[in-house]
């Protein structure tokens, strides 16, 4: 099924918002002075996205398309949690699309004047089918 597909991940990570305030219930940046970064930077992220999502079967078979959001925190650790597909085009591409993150090494967790601190992401992945 991986040779029918040709899954793009966009050019860059959408990154939602403005700082958000560090609250009890919500500790975490969407923006700061240094971003989470995959090993290995975009074309890695990209590259290991293709290599291990899976065409979810029906949806091929609809020939369906689209972009699935997953939004995830980097914790300070590097390690991914909260993974959720945000907004999506099915069920089935979404919990693939939250299966590739939760497969995910660390990243490199994102600095904010000087300290290492949680980040919300939103990685956008899209499903695309060759003619």
Request: proline share 5%; no cysteine.
């Amino acid at each position: 099924m991986k040779n029918l597909q040709i899954i793009k991940l966009m050019v860059f990570v959408s990154f939602f918002g403005f700082i958000h305030s560090v609250s009890a219930q919500q500790d975490y940046l969407r923006v700061v002075d240094v971003m989470p970064q995959y090993p290995g930077g975009q074309q890695a992220l990209s590259q290991f996205i293709q290599q291990h999502i899976v065409y979810p079967p029906e949806a091929m078979r609809l020939r369906k398309e689209g972009i699935v959001y997953v939004t995830f925190i980097v914790e300070r650790d590097g390690n991914l949690t909260q993974i959720k597909a945000s907004r999506g085009i099915g069920e089935d591409m979404e919990k693939e699309a939250e299966n590739v993150v939760k497969k995910m090494p660390k990243w490199s967790p994102g600095q904010n004047a000087g300290e290492t601190v949680r980040v919300l992401l939103s990685l956008p992945i899209e499903f695309k089918l060759r003619n």
